[in-house]
């Protein structure tokens, strides 16, 4: 059976809402944020990168989101989730599984970290500033008019583009973002979203937004 290790207010909240879509049978471990924002040790001991998400199955550790996500439909999803390999929706997926944290996080998380710096931190505004801008502006030309990330169905992709979506509307970053508003809206309006709030307790990321000087 899956363990899904949670950190408190973190990305593990793709992996809970994944396995209640799915309907598995799982165990959750929980555990508090060190110094309200690291994972504490017992968390680093799971993995070497001592980052969340992780989760254990069958002997095996398994951490970063987007392989966590892979191997739970791999291995657990009975085709479902994700599209049929080969397809033009699957060549998407295969693009939005990847692109959320491997390009879209790092302007993001630059903007709060630059934010933090004030007028110290004035030379780098243009050029973070202008990369969220490309970035958030090619997801929301994307998702215009659109449900989920693929085709007419949830996909792992959405739990990636979801908890993105989440921190930058928590970061006051998405008011020129309809359609991105819109689609989150969505999303956490799905029951088995709601049910993984309900069984992961504590939720709020704004505990992990730095204060502004
Ligand atoms: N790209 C990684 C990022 C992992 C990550 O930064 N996780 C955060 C939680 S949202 C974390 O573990 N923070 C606690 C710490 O750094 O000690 C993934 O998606 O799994």
Redesign the pocket.
Known sequence: MITVHH?A????Q?VLWLVEELGLDYELKFYP??DG???PPE??RLHG?????VITDDGRTI??????IEYILEVHGGGRLRPIVGTDDWVRYLQWMHLI?GSV?LPYILNIYVGMLGAAGAPLYGRVHGEVDRHFGFLETEMTGRDFVVGNDLTGADFQLT?LLEGASLSEMLGNYPALSRYLALMQARPAYIRALERGGSYDLRR?MPVQS
């Open positions: 950190l207010d973190s990305r593990s793709r944020r060190a924002m690291f994972a968390y680093q990168l001592g980052k969340a998400p951490a970063e989101s987007g392989a966590v944290e996080m908890f992990l």
